[in-house]
């Protein structure tokens, strides 16, 4: 009741597309299945009012958020056909066409790019997150780590909480410390406020594991992420090579099966960054003496620390060189 003793009727709760939405502008991760929901409704808006600039923003934001998790190559040339076609539209370039075009650069690691555009969508709207978490991972990748810091002050003053504490795990990892980057992201999963808050919280918890040399954890954060998410890619690809680094190949194999069932996409984690699988081994303890300038990059669409596949000889821990038959 207000307070003139009238009964309110309950806000009615978020449709799927809805649900993507809100959590696009409060910058933590929608759920796949909500973010797919959301794709259908503006291409079907767009379809009928090819000249609603909002919608194909939205849509372009909302297909670059799937490309950059999924890696699926054809994701991306979509996206950015319909963020293109949101900024040829005319008058102010909106904030969220400047963040998607953002975020796919930073997914093609063409991070000069990434902060050109993630500069854009800030100075624009300053108060929104989705520019600081683009920015957060662009500038270690020019080797700007005062940029970095100056973004994730601000992130945390615009929106204190789990979203700018993975983040912080970001920019702790990309300088060596990997205890900081733990405890941070740690922290971020106990407040997570959605599961795919959580999910994307404890699949990173997973890749600094793995980085570690820590197989078992890296499985138990991995099968946390997928508790939560069960559709979350980059848990569901580093759970299979966590499975293979301990040796349960049978368990690995069926995992790696199950991931492309569920999103037979080619350019997914699991068909490219994890092609190697079957020689999986928990990479050596990292050392902290390489500069961010020189460390080496994630592979487009796949959670950070992965190692990039170039289909020719990869050397695995303790072994010799081995082909990769990808």
Same mark, same amino acid.
Do not use: F
């Given at each position: 009741?207000?307070?003139?003793?009238?009964?309110?009727?309950?806000?009615?709760?978020?449709?799927?597309?809805?649900?993507?939405?809100?959590?696009?502008?409060?910058?933590?991760?929608?759920?796949?299945?909500?973010?797919?929901?959301?794709?259908?409704?503006?291409?079907?808006?767009?379809?009928?009012?090819?000249?609603?600039?909002?919608?194909?923003?939205?849509?372009?934001?909302?297909?670059?958020?799937?490309?950059?998790?999924?890696?699926?190559?054809?994701? =991306?040339?979509?996206?950015?056909?319909?963020?293109?076609?949101?900024?040829?539209?005319?008058?102010?370039?909106?904030?969220?066409?400047?963040?998607?075009?953002?975020?796919?650069?930073?997914?093609?690691?063409?991070?000069?790019?990434?902060?050109?555009?993630?500069?854009?969508?800030?100075?624009?709207?300053?108060?929104?997150?989705?520019? =600081?978490?683009?920015?957060?991972?662009? =500038?270690?990748?020019?080797?700007?780590?005062?940029?970095?810091?100056?973004?994730?002050?601000?992130?945390?003053?615009?929106?204190?909480?789990?979203?700018?504490?993975?983040?912080?795990?970001?920019?702790?990892?990309?300088?060596?410390?990997?205890?900081?980057?733990?405890?941070?992201?740690?922290?971020?999963?106990?407040?997570?406020?959605?599961?795919?808050?959580?999910?994307?919280?404890?699949?990173?918890?997973?890749?600094?594991?793995?980085?570690?040399?820590?197989?078992?954890?890296?499985?138990?954060?991995?099968?946390?992420?997928?508790?939560?998410?069960?559709?979350?890619?980059?848990?569901?690809?580093?759970?299979?090579?966590?499975?293979?680094?301990?040796?349960?190949?049978?368990?690995?194999?069926?995992?790696?099966?199950?991931?492309?069932?569920?999103?037979?996409?080619?350019?997914?984690?699991?068909?490219?960054?994890?092609?190697?699988?079957?020689?999986?081994?928990?990479?050596?303890?990292?050392?902290?003496?390489?500069?961010?300038?020189?460390?080496?990059?994630?592979?487009?669409?796949?959670? =950070?620390?992965?190692?990039?596949?170039?289909?020719?000889?990869?050397?695995?821990?303790?072994?010799?060189?081995?082909?990769?038959?990808?």
């Amino acid at each position: 009741m207000d307070r003139l003793g009238q009964d309110r009727a309950a806000p009615a709760p978020l449709t799927p597309a809805g649900r993507a939405l809100a959590a696009a502008g409060a910058g933590r991760p929608a759920a796949l299945a909500d973010l797919a929901a959301l794709i259908g409704e503006r291409r079907e808006r767009v379809r009928r009012a090819p000249a609603d600039r909002a919608s194909w923003a939205v849509l372009g934001a909302a297909l670059a958020e799937r490309a950059a998790r999924s890696g699926a190559p054809g994701a =991306y040339t979509e996206a950015e056909r319909a963020l293109q076609r949101a900024l040829a539209q005319g008058g102010t370039p909106d904030v969220r066409a400047l963040t998607g075009l953002a975020v796919l650069a930073a997914a093609r690691q063409d991070w000069a790019g990434a902060v050109r555009w993630g500069e854009a969508a800030r100075d624009r709207a300053p108060g929104r997150v989705g520019a =600081y978490r683009v920015l957060l991972e662009a =500038y270690p990748g020019t080797g700007d780590a005062e940029g970095a810091d100056r973004a994730l002050e601000r992130l945390r003053k615009v929106r204190p909480g789990p979203v700018a504490e993975v983040a912080a795990a970001w920019v702790h990892r990309e300088r060596g410390w990997r205890e900081d980057a733990e405890a941070t992201v740690y922290d971020a999963a106990a407040r997570a406020a959605t599961p795919a808050e959580r999910a994307a919280a404890l699949s990173r918890a997973g890749d600094l594991a793995w980085e570690r040399g820590e197989a078992e954890t890296a499985l138990a954060r991995y099968e946390g992420a997928l508790r939560a998410e069960p559709e979350h890619e980059g848990a569901a690809a580093g759970r299979a090579r966590a499975l293979a680094g301990l040796g349960r190949s049978e368990e690995a194999l069926a995992a790696w099966a199950r991931a492309r069932a569920a999103a037979p996409r080619p350019g997914t984690p699991w068909s490219r960054a994890n092609c190697c699988w079957r020689w999986a081994a928990p990479p050596r303890r990292p050392t902290t003496s390489r500069s961010p300038a020189t460390r080496r990059r994630p592979w487009p669409g796949t959670a =950070y620390g992965r190692s990039r596949c170039s289909g020719g000889w990869r050397r695995t821990t303790g072994t010799r060189p081995r082909r990769c038959g990808c």
